[in-house]
């Protein structure tokens, strides 16, 4: 395969040559169904630079250049005059690039391997002998686009649109007649359109992630949320066919572009290679035939709300537990606390998204929401699970605020200290305390402690240990302990690890119950809320090394 050669991926070489070859070949790379018809394949699709540059200049005038070139020059080679105009046309697009400031634009014109080097992989492109069909440059197209917004970890294989979960005949059967449904009527398809509140969410509430198997999603993407859909071309609408031609083409432009998807994972992807071995396509358009008849479902009609009762509420429990373990990750990673805050803040983005999805939806039970059962504190560490807990420091800290109350007013990491960074209830109260008190009167331990057990008691907490308040009040007096500040980082640190962990155990076990996906939605997005408000509590503070302070022992009483 070309890609080897040239070091980038086999469909966006493919996309580049088909236009090469053929100018006509863009037509199938806009979205003739938007108001102002516009490309559905951008520039930022294209994860090789300088294959994303040519495309970005042969649609910028190159594709008119070119038919001038081949005009003027009848008796030329027409590779080579082809290459010479897109070479022309990048010249200028970088010299604009250089003049703005971009370094990277400047060093391609000043070097004369690289301008060689494109020079010479255009000219093969444009070749007749490439191997690539301009007919179907739009399913090329789509890969690209796709490979772009889901990115494999394998070579050269564009992406997976859903990953499998639980998984029977029955449930097959039911995502099958959501499919058929549009297939024998493609305006069926108006029944999961929406307004999302963001501009670059898909317009239907119905999407890929949430099919039980890959293959459908991979369908059901190809047929109607994916960049040219089946249910867009001409054919699929055409008052001209009958209904069963209409259903025809929609299957084969859905069959067509699952090959093209399985041709370009078959170099990282066996299974992909052995579908296209076995020509598992035509026994998909076989199904996909059946699917569409009316009387493979009670009434096709109701295509919307089987999508609804059999897919998209089915989908929502494994999607929230993937966010919670996204949580856990993002919570638990070695990074900034700011970067972390805003890790988790794109769950909660997902999860109003999906909220928003599934209020578009013709629910039947819309609005009905369960009585939630006693919330109950998430369980604790097993033993092969850190605790994200530092008594040790949480002592050191409490110890050097006794000591000088005016450091919670000071600033630093210090001020941003909370409640829920001491662990132990003394420590716990014995902050709450030092917070509420003037600094000159939290220094006196008769009023310190007083004001300790009140607070327990407002709370409604267990007594506070009086031998515990005094072997604290006797190392505060006694000990010699480095100021707060040097603690309060990692105090903050275990707090955000804490967090994100209850909280995506809580939401993991709640997914597990039989709740109203709207009501799950709502208690995820709670728990999630408060990781991301702990994790951006102190956002300028880097993640400090957990064992710069757990390793001291404390000489404490």
């Known amino acids: ?37 516009q490309y559905w394949l951008l520039v930022e699709h294209f994860k090789t630079p300088w294959l994303g540059d040519a495309y970005e200049a042969l649609l910028s005038g190159g594709l008119t250049d070119i038919e001038q070139r081949l005009r003027a020059h009848p008796n030329a080679d027409p590779a080579t005059v082809t290459a010479d105009a897109v070479m022309a046309k990048l010249g200028t697009l970088y010299q604009r690039r250089a003049a703005a400031g971009d370094l990277g634009a400047q060093a391609a014109l000043n070097s004369s391997e690289y301008w060689a080097g494109v020079h010479n992989a255009i000219r093969q492109m444009a070749q007749p002998t490439w191997p690539a069909n301009p007919n179907h440059v739009r399913h090329d197209g789509y890969v690209t686009a796709r490979a772009a917004q889901h990115p494999s970890t394998a070579v050269n294989v564009p992406f997976e649109l859903a990953r499998g979960r639980g998984y029977d005949n029955d449930a097959r059967r039911r995502e099958l007649a959501v499919i058929g449904g549009i297939l024998g009527k493609a305006t069926r398809a108006k029944q999961f359109r929406y307004r999302p509140s963001s501009p670059d969410s898909s317009p239907y509430w119905l999407q890929p992630a949430d099919f039980g198997d890959p293959a459908t999603a991979e369908i059901w993407d190809a047929l109607v949320t994916g960049p040219d859909p089946a249910i867009m071309i001409p054919a699929a609408t055409d008052p001209g066919l009958t209904p069963e031609q209409r259903t025809a083409a929609m299957i084969q432009h859905i069959t067509t572009r699952l090959d093209y998807n399985d041709y370009h994972r078959s170099t990282g992807d066996s299974g992909a290679k052995q579908r296209l071995d076995a020509n598992a396509s035509q026994a998909i358009a076989a199904y996909l035939k059946r699917a569409s008849a009316p009387d493979f479902s009670p009434n096709p009609e109701n295509a919307a709300a089987y999508a609804v009762s059999f897919i998209l509420e089915p989908s929502i429990p494994a999607a929230v537990k993937d966010l919670a373990g996204r949580v856990r990750d993002y919570g638990l990673s070695d990074a900034s606390l700011f970067q972390i805050g805003l890790d988790l803040r794109t769950n909660e983005f997902a999860l109003d998204q999906l909220a928003e999805r599934l209020d578009a939806a013709p629910r039947t039970l819309a609005g009905y929401e369960t009585p939630g059962p006693p919330r109950k504190p998430a369980p604790g560490p097993t033993e092969d699970q850190p605790s ?34 001491f662990t132990q209830a003394e420590h716990r109260y014995l902050f709450k305390a030092i917070k509420s008190l003037a600094p000159h009167v939290a220094q006196d331990p008769w009023l310190l402690f007083n004001q300790a057990h009140k607070l327990a008691r407002y709370d409604g907490a267990p007594p506070l240990d009086p031998t515990e308040l005094n072997n604290i009040g006797y190392a505060a007096r006694t000990l010699r302990v480095p100021p707060a500040d040097q603690g309060a980082g990692h105090l903050v640190t275990m707090t955000v690890r804490r967090t994100a962990r209850d909280a995506s155990t809580a939401v993991q076990a709640a997914a597990q119950e039989t709740l109203d996906p709207r009501l799950l939605i709502d208690r995820s997005r709670t728990h999630f809320k408060q990781a991301t408000t702990e994790a951006l509590r102190y956002h300028e503070q880097s993640v400090p090394e957990p064992n710069r302070y757990s390793t001291q022992q404390a000489n404490v009483a």
């Open 1 to 37: 395969m070309n890609n080897e050669k040239f070091g980038a991926p086999q469909h966006e070489l493919n996309v580049v040559s088909s236009l090469l070859r053929d100018g006509s070949a863009a037509n199938q790379l806009v979205d003739w169904n938007r108001p102002e018809p």
């Open 388 to 421: 994200y807990t530092s008594k040790v420091v949480e002592r050191r800290v409490l110890l050097s605020l006794m000591r000088q109350p005016i450091q919670l007013h000071q600033g630093g990491r210090t001020q941003s200290l909370a409640e829920q960074d």
